[in-house]
């Protein structure tokens, strides 16, 4: 008995296809992605057809039918792409491949459905919907894989060790999904990973990235890690987050293991926030413990200048991972660099002053930081997590007291260089920056209010006290 899934077809794209087999020869299914989140009653952003004959023709022909004006063939491939509203909707010719050992790129001759699906990752992506008259809305599922959806596996059609041979790449989708979709792996899948992860040499970092991103993205990305570690993965995909792995212990003290602390921080702040970026400086806020670890007899573990030594590492592993050089690094950089800080403030005591630099260096992310911090604050000990965190709120408060006092979170200090070369008759020289950040040092002190008023009396002050000659009009 096939099942019908006629209502969860009614995007016109699938309209459009039975309407012209109607009047047409050929066949068309739609496949993979979408039907499996149709299946979990999820939305999906891509449509995938796969057609008998020729795909490129096929696509064009519908693409008329819905006005659309731009279709993207890759003949090489046998795909055609085009946008309808805001769906990708790839159109393939049915096809059978074959690998060679060393890459990834197959040969492929055409073939059935059958063919088609057998050439798909994983049993939950290989199920597809007939889109012909005769047989609108049956789900055609050779290999169980609503069975797998039922039951949360990822299982592959074909034997594993051939399926992650013939592409690597699907060892990390199995993990990514299994991450995304809170999936189990299937115990053979998970055996083949292992024996094969050294393959995933021959896949480019940026599609490697990509499967990064979408386990940093899942709900609790420390499943995805996790798998990436066991399996063997992680030593070639990222060799600094495995570094972070192990507990030492000398003199009886032993440090925390900073894999599983870094994991704990990631999954923290991914409850409370959906921003990739932050989630990139939770993975790496700890990134330089190793280099800066040492023992103290005295003290025991420390890591000093970790933060800083981790902020100057970021540029290194974002251009290893083909991540973007711009602000979002800068961005990642700034809260490595901060993470401590806020946490330094609860376990001290809070003076305004040092909210007020926090304010100054973090900008527009403090609240991001404090997001970072909160998270940062993972112990064994529940009593003392509940202690940081009813401090921690203390602090926040102070925070947003002190910015509706001071302003200083864009601060620009009241009075311009302009302003003081013209009241010096000065050019742009030294002087100038020195009367500059005295004043915006004087403002950080809470010595003046962050007034213009208040800051131009100073300048004239230190400009006496340097004994330069003050324009007319002011004295
Ligand atoms: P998402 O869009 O969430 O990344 P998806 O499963 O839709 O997930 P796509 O990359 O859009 O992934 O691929 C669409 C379909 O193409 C998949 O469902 C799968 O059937 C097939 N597919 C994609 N990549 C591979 C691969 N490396 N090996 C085999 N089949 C693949
Ligand atoms: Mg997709």
């Known amino acids: 008995m096939h099942r019908d899934f006629t209502s969860y077809l009614s995007h016109p794209v699938f309209k459009v296809i039975k309407k012209y087999l109607e009047d047409n020869e050929g066949s068309a299914f739609v496949i993979g992605g979408f039907v499996r989140d149709l299946l979990l009653e999820k939305k999906s952003k891509d449509i995938d057809i796969v057609v008998y004959g020729d ?3 096929f696509a064009k022909n519908v693409a008329e039918i819905l006005r659309v004006k731009k279709v993207s063939v890759f003949k090489n491939f046998g795909t055609a792409h085009f946008r309808y509203k805001d769906v990708d909707v790839e159109f393939v010719t049915a096809r059978k491949e074959s690998y060679s050992k060393d890459s990834r790129n197959p040969k492929v001759s055409p073939g059935s459905l059958k063919d088609d699906q057998y050439r798909r990752d994983f049993t939950i992506n290989a199920l597809a919907i007939n889109l012909h008259p005769s047989s609108f809305g049956e789900l055609i599922d050779p290999f169980n894989g609503e069975t797998d959806i039922e039951n949360g596996t990822i299982r592959t059609p074909l034997d594993p060790s051939e399926t992650f041979s013939d592409d ?18 299937d115990i053979s899948c998970l055996k083949s990973i292992r024996d094969q992860s050294e393959r995933i040499k021959i896949i480019s970092r940026e599609r490697i990235t990509d499967e990064i991103n979408k386990i940093l993205m899942s709900p609790c990305p420390s499943r995805g890690f996790k798998l990436l570690k066991s399996t063997g993965l992680l030593e070639y995909i990222f060799p600094e987050l495995l570094e972070l792995s192990g507990i030492e212990t000398i003199n009886g003290k032993s440090h925390k293991d900073n894999f599983l602390h870094t994991l704990q921080v990631v999954d923290n702040v991914s409850k409370t926030s959906d921003k990739l970026w932050l989630r990139w400086s939770a993975l790496l806020h700890d990134i330089a413990k190793p280099p800066t670890k040492r023992f103290d007899k005295k003290i025991g573990w420390t890591f000093h200048g970790h933060e800083e030594l981790g902020s100057k590492m970021v540029p290194r ?62 112990s064994k000990n529940e009593f003392k997590v509940k202690r940081y965190q ?22 620009q200090p009241p009075v311009k260089g302009e302003e003081i070369m013209k009241s010096f008759n000065l050019g742009p020289c030294y002087e100038v920056g020195v009367i500059k950040s005295k004043i915006k040092e004087a403002i950080l002190e809470g010595e003046i209010p962050n007034s213009y008023d208040d800051a131009k009396a100073l300048m004239l002050t230190i400009g006496r006290e340097m004994g330069l000659e003050i324009k007319e009009s002011l004295n």
């Not at 009813?390 to 601060?411: G, P, T």
């Open 55 to 57: 795909g490129l023709e």
């Open 168 to 185: 690597p790449l699907r060892m990390l989708r199995a993990i990514r999904f299994a991450s995304q979709l809170d999936f189990k792996i």
């Open 317 to 378: 592993i974002f251009k290893y991972h083909r991540l973007p050089l711009d602000a979002k690094m800068k961005y990642v950089q700034k809260l490595v660099r901060l993470h401590l800080r806020p946490i330094a403030l609860v376990k001290g005591s809070v003076t305004d002053t040092a909210i007020r630099r926090l304010l100054n260096e973090a900008g527009e992310d403090v609240e991001d930081l404090m997001l970072l911090c909160n998270a940062d604050i993972t």
């Open 390 to 411: 009813e401090n921690f709120k203390l602090v926040s408060e102070k925070l947003q007291a002190v910015e509706e006092k001071d302003k200083i979170r864009n601060f």
